[in-house]
């Protein structure tokens, strides 16, 4: 007799441990409990946290939200909206793309992080927890409610790793430490990316880069007019979570998308919102902060055509910036000129660049030969030769031509068909001063410079950059001459630092060596300059201008930290370094590099953007 025995059907079942929260709390309350709590936060900020108007921001008025309350009121309507959209309402799924619980998660830690970092200061401040107001008492629990619920919502779990039962305790640890890291990142990881139900027509996709471009000014000049330490603290939580979380959320590589279909109008777009910062401001404060940012942006997006497309690492590129500065203020009619000489702006402007680009083309002739970290320490002396050859020309280590030390000083504002931009001017009732005239007048420059860095991209010599970059040896092999594509690549970039030292020579009255060194606290120095184009996205025209603005603006507003300033900088750069190093806008071909599990990108433009 012959048995055939078959295999027990096991019941299929949901392996439900692999999709949970960090909080052992049931999916469906714990995205009430965020939703709810995070409205909960909204009203928290239309009542009084505190009794007495010493703590700068006046958070005592029931109704009127100030000062950190209303970066607490972001963060609760960011959540609240987030929230909703995780529930398929209707008109928000086009939000999150990539699905709302990590942007949830986000949200919730950053506005939770804003509001116990202000029930915080006001107790230390004021002296303890008994001038807290019952608002702060409902912001600190709606928060931390909001934090509970968002981390109950479920994710895929990474499998869990093998390990060798061999293994020494120190490697088990670093096991577990690997694993546990892994299951927090999967947390916050985003979701596959969901096309858009329907596209959108043409003038609703204008209105979303007007919208994204409305909101990157408001932004900005919140940002830069911050008038207190805490306050300038609580906006950089309240923004870092927040583009975090519209990034997880998929909506930044949506309206990338967008914006990448309508490349002109984005372009023209985003200079017509830089162009109305000044006419934001109430006085001039601002607005110098605002041209420095210009000067050190134009100059970085001039080393990413060096560094980003044809991958050359130039680490003295801040002395073609003093090359036309220096050209600039000699022929500007300064007292302190060696020659007697006032040239018009527009050929002033031409002379440094072509000066800055003969520099480049002498300096790169007998040196692009060199490859890495090679070529890397010739351009590093190239930076400290000039600095110090300027240096000695004061009349008794060399010629009598720089002024040594003291540079050329009372460098004359420019005159341009009459306008004068040293003298407040009236335009449309606005009032407009002396840095915001050279503000308009950088972002000018700022302009060509990007049109030029886009051309030249797009082109085939950007082509060649780009392959270059990749691998010089197959490039070569397939008939570029590498020599003379990274020649043009210098000469171009050192052109375009130059002609941003023309504007920077009049801006700051007098020029002098010492602002040209390989790294030094006050920006744009060579470090500070390569930082940016990392920082901000090698390959990109966002890119090294977001980075320099950051590079810029976060120095200037850290100084009540002291001598610790430049330590949480540089812990900050290594953070950033180590979690996103593809830049804060990187081109999507490097995404890829970094992240190989991301989803390969449906087309790359000829610069892999």
């Known amino acids: 007799m012959t048995t055939q025995t078959t295999p027990p059907q096991s019941p299929q079942k949901t392996d439900t441990g692999r999709y949970a929260g960090l909080i052992g709390l049931p999916p469906h309350v714990g995205r009430a409990l965020a939703t709810g709590a995070s409205v909960l936060t909204i009203v928290s900020t239309f009542l009084a946290w505190t009794w007495t108007a010493e703590f700068p921001g006046d958070l005592t008025v029931y109704g009127y939200p100030g000062g950190l309350q209303v970066l607490v009121l972001i963060g609760g309507l960011l959540t609240t909206v987030f929230g909703l959209a995780s529930y398929g309402v209707r008109g928000l799924r086009w939000l999150i793309p990539a699905g709302g619980d990590s942007a949830l998660k986000l949200t919730a830690l950053g506005t939770f992080a804003t509001a116990w970092y202000t ?306 001017h009236t335009i449309a009732g606005f009032t407009i001063a002396r840095f915001a005239n050279y503000f308009l007048l950088m972002l000018l420059i700022t302009l060509i410079v990007v049109v030029v860095f886009r051309r030249s991209a797009d082109s085939r010599i950007g082509r060649a950059w780009v392959a270059i970059r990749e691998d010089e040896t197959a490039a070569e092999a397939m008939g570029i001459n590498g020599f003379r594509v990274k020649l043009i690549a210098f000469a171009l970039g050192a052109a375009l630092a130059g002609l941003a030292g023309t504007v920077q020579a009049h801006v700051t009255y007098t020029v002098t060596p010492e602002q040209y060194q390989f790294a030094h606290v006050v920006p744009p120095n060579s470090a500070f300059l390569l930082a940016a184009v990392v920082l901000g996205g090698m390959g990109t025209i966002s890119g090294p201008l977001v980075g320099a603005a950051l ?27 180590r979690f996103r190093p593809e830049g804060l806008i990187p081109n999507r071909r490097r995404q890829l590099e970094f992240h190989e599990e991301a989803e390969p990108p449906t087309v790359l433009s000829k610069a892999g953007a």
């Open 119 to 424: 029930v915080i200061a006001i107790s230390v401040q004021l002296g303890g927890a008994v001038n807290l107001e019952p608002g702060a008492y409902v912001v600190a629990v709606s928060t931390l409610a909001a934090v509970i619920g968002a981390l109950a919502l479920p994710y895929e779990r990474p499998a869990p790793e093998p390990f060798d039962t061999d293994d020494s305790g120190w490697e088990k640890f670093r096991h577990a430490n690997r694993q546990s890291l892994s299951v927090l990142r999967a947390a916050f990881a985003a979701g596959p990316t969901t096309p858009p139900a329907r596209k959108l027509p043409a003038y609703a996709e204008i209105l979303v880069i007007v919208a994204a471009l409305a909101i990157g000014l408001t932004v900005f000049t919140y940002g830069i007019g911050t008038e207190y330490d805490e306050l300038f603290v609580g906006f950089l939580i309240t923004a870092g979570f927040g583009f975090a979380a519209v990034a997880k959320a998929g909506l930044v590589g949506r309206v990338s998308a967008i914006t990448a279909q309508h490349r002109t109008v984005t372009m023209i777009g985003a200079f017509v919102a830089a162009a109305a910062f000044p006419f934001t401001q109430s006085d001039d404060q601002y607005a110098t902060i605002g041209v420095y940012i210009l000067i050190f942006a134009t100059v970085a997006l001039g080393l990413n055509i060096v560094v980003g497309l044809a991958g050359l690492l130039d680490l003295g590129y801040v002395a073609f910036l003093g090359v036309g500065a220096y050209t600039a203020a000699m022929v500007s009619g300064s007292p302190s000129s060696p020659f007697d000489v006032q040239l018009p702006f527009w050929l002033s402007a031409l002379l440094g660049a072509a000066v800055a680009m003969v520099f480049g083309v002498i300096i790169g002739a007998p040196t692009l030969r060199l490859r890495g970290d090679y070529l890397a320490i010739v351009t590093l002396g190239f930076g400290e030769i000039f600095r110090i050859t300027v240096l000695n020309m004061d009349g008794t280590s060399g010629p009598d031509i720089t002024n040594g030390s003291n540079g050329i000083s009372s460098i004359p504002n420019l005159d341009i068909l009459g306008f004068d931009f040293g003298a407040e």
């Open 551 to 577: 590079l810029y603006l976060i120095p200037a507003k850290l100084q009540f930290l002291g001598d610790y300033q430049l330590f949480a900088f540089g812990l900050a750069l290594v953070l950033l370094m």
